[in-house]
Nanobody, 116 residues
Framework: QVRLVESGGGLVQDGGSLRLSCAAS????????MSWYRQAPGKEREMVAR????????IFIDSVKGRFTISRDNAKRMVYLQMSRLQPEDTGVYSC?????????WGRGTQVTVSS
């Protein structure tokens, strides 16, 4: 069974940085693209970043381009989201995900709160 465990969230001030980590198990991690999603209070969940299985291609939503980067370590079965110049609008629960034959699967998420 797929298991995704996020960590690294916390409370930071406007302009601060955080690195989120996701530990993956239960599937062929190195064969799958991985994504980070977030859900802000009162808003829909949105995809923040995605990385291909080999790390050769990355995509980001416009609002985080230039501030966030996604990376992965297939040997460690880890995916990361480095967040810089955080804004209050970045506040939300951040979850990593993978799409398998059973559909999109999620971790429980880690809370990121950016204070102004």
């Amino acid at each position: 069974q797929v298991r995704l465990v996020e960590s690294g969230g916390g409370l930071v001030q406007d302009g601060g940085s955080l690195r989120l980590s996701c530990a993956a198990s239960g599937f062929a991690f190195s064969s799958y693209a991985m994504s980070w999603y977030r859900q802000a209070p009162g808003k829909e969940r949105e995809m923040v970043a995605r990385i291909t299985w080999d790390g050769d291609s990355k995509i980001f939503i416009d609002s985080v381009k230039g501030r966030f980067t996604i990376s992965r370590d297939n040997a460690k079965r880890m995916v990361y989201l480095q967040m810089s110049r955080l804004q209050p609008e970045d506040t939300g629960v951040y979850s990593c995900s993978v799409e398998t034959v059973d559909g999109l699967q999620w971790g429980r998420g880690t809370q990121v709160t950016v204070s102004s």
